[in-house]
């Protein structure tokens, strides 16, 4: 099964690289090798809006591969994605794949280039350390492990908490964070604590060998060279949505400018459609608050 006919032109460029390309296999238009270095280098020049954009890539296509798809278009993957077809070619030249003219790309194998991108074929380890409403919701999501981010430890302050099993695994106590990570080789840390502390956290996750922090503390962290952090700030994301909701209702009661006499929208055009809009993705973002 494939998601379009192999005789529609699709435009893609080039054959699609193959599933060792990491490794100095030859792309499959040509036989020419790709050296190890320059797949580094190339890389390291991805801007961290298109590592965003691969991530979304990697889930769609993941769901194509459960349906038995094999090949998708550059349109097909964009849709998918919510993209536009140049910027997902554009994103996937970063990576060194091109596709094929009239057939697209081969799901498996991009797939396998965009793991080995995002480094997804290293065994990674998680640890979360807070464990209330947030920390037990990350604990005891499904789509970690489904992933490749299996969580291995949890820890808490509260000695109440400190023994019983979230998601299967028991609670260790804060102090035992170094010992434990290092124990467990624990790669990912995730802060779900009050902003008071979280450094300290932070760094005991640090010794104790973690290399990436997602960071949910309202509270910027310091960390060695070396050691990523991605803060989760959901109070900022709201007031990015308030600002769109704040947008939208200024465009739409704004006078038309397109063309002379056009009238203002009224109450029942464009104007209400996009602020029952904007105020839909409010709802939306509460209720997820709010689950969190």
């Known amino acids: 099964m494939t998601a379009h006919g192999a005789d529609v032109p699709d435009g893609d460029g080039q054959a699609a690289a193959g599933r060792g390309a990491a490794s100095g296999a030859a792309a499959s238009n040509g036989d020419q090798s790709i050296e190890v270095p320059a797949a580094r280098e190339r890389a390291r020049s991805i801007p961290e809006a298109a590592v965003a954009r691969l991530a979304v890539y990697l889930r769609a296509l993941v769901s194509l591969a459960d349906q038995e798809v094999r090949t998708v278009s550059s349109e097909e993957l964009a849709n998918a994605a919510g993209v536009n077809s140049a910027k997902l070619r554009k994103d996937l030249s970063y990576i060194g794949s091109y596709g094929t003219r009239g057939v697209g790309y ?48 949890l820890f808490d302050l509260d000695e109440d908490l400190v023994g019983v099993p979230v998601g299967g695994i028991p609670v260790s106590h804060v102090d035992d964070i170094v010992q434990v990570c290092t124990d467990r080789e624990v790669t990912i840390g995730v802060i779900a604590t009050p902003a008071k ?43 990015i949505l308030s600002f769109h909701v704040a947008r939208r209702q200024q465009d739409a009661a704004a006078p ?15 104007a209400d459609g996009d602020a029952r809009k904007a105020g839909d993705e409010m709802e939306s973002a509460n209720r997820m608050v709010e689950r969190l």
Do not use: W
């Open 106 to 153: 081969e799901v498996d194998v991009l797939i396998g280039q965009i793991e080995r991108t995002l480094g997804l074929t290293r065994k990674h380890s998680v640890a979360v350390v807070g464990i209330g409403n947030l920390g037990h919701a990350l604990a005891n999501y499904g789509g970690f492990p489904s992933r490749g981010f299996p969580v291995s430890a």
């Open 197 to 239: 502390g979280a450094q300290e956290i932070c760094d005991r996750l640090v010794a104790g060998g973690v290399q990436c922090i997602l960071n949910f503390a309202p509270v910027a962290l310091q960390v060695p060279d070396g050691v990523e952090v991605r803060k989760v700030d959901l109070a900022v994301e709201m007031q």
């Open 256 to 270: 038309a400018v397109d063309g002379a006499g056009a009238d203002p929208p009224g109450p029942d055009g464009q």
